[in-house]
């Protein structure tokens, strides 16, 4: 049973750019959330996904950007980077009416 | 807010040394509290969620109990391989959606 999957694993992207992260959630899961990780913090609540909605968001701004497609995959876009997007981006998945989130390895971006 | 502090920040044992971790939270009436083991550059493990005060979970050298305003994670003759940060969260209830409250962790080191 395939776990929870993210791409790329590193990324390197200048100030001002954009980049989209990449997501598959946990077979048999329909639900993904994005969590923000700065080094030595615990991970922060980005937004969360069902139906190819947002329907929950955390205090980040808009320049972080969502999706998700038929087949529950997700994307999480950032615009405009700036110095301290840089962080782990974690997404997990979990299945509606459960509590419990799995989550992937993680995207490492560096913004320089 | 929900709010969840964890303590200590870093904890260093010999192997066979028990010690506990504590999580400290904040809630509008709580749903559900999670622990995850995270390794470095990894994203985070599950490892048990916990619903109501008195409630307890075990999994090999490790057991994890609640009360209404903290938890703890007991680790009992640790080795070396339980080494990693120790992440602990909380999800409100009323939140259907599933929006994770994470603490700054705990370093756990044990030493050979």
């Known amino acids: ?112 | 807010e929900d709010q969840v502090t964890q303590s200590p920040e870093a904890l260093r044992l010999q192997e066979g040394e028990s010690s506990s971790l504590n999580c400290s939270y904040t809630v509008s009436g709580l749903r559900g509290l999670f622990w995850y083991r995270q390794d470095p550059g990894k994203g985070p493990e599950f490892l048990f969620t916990l619903y109501s005060a008195g409630e307890e979970k075990e999994k090999e050298r490790l057991k994890a109990t609640l009360t209404k305003k903290e938890s703890f994670l007991h680790i009992t003759a640790p080795k070396p391989e339980d080494s990693a940060t120790y992440l602990c969260a909380v999800q409100a209830r009323g939140t259907s959606y599933g929006k994770l409250t994470f603490g700054q962790g705990t370093i756990l080191t044990v030493h050979p």
């Open chain 1, 1 to 112: 049973d395939a776990g929870v999957t993210q791409s790329p694993t590193h990324l390197i992207k200048t100030r001002g750019q954009q980049v989209t992260l990449r997501c598959s959630p946990k077979s048999g899961h329909d639900t993904v959330s994005w969590y923000q990780q700065a080094l030595g913090q615990g991970p922060q609540f980005i937004f969360q996904y069902y139906e190819e909605e947002e329907r929950q968001r955390g205090n980040f701004p808009d320049r972080f950007s969502g999706h998700q497609f038929p087949n529950y995959s997700s994307e999480l876009n950032v615009n405009a980077l700036l110095l301290g997007d840089s962080a782990l981006y974690l997404c997990a998945s979990s299945q509606t009416g459960t509590s419990e989130q799995y989550f992937g390895p993680g995207t490492r971006l560096t913004v320089t």
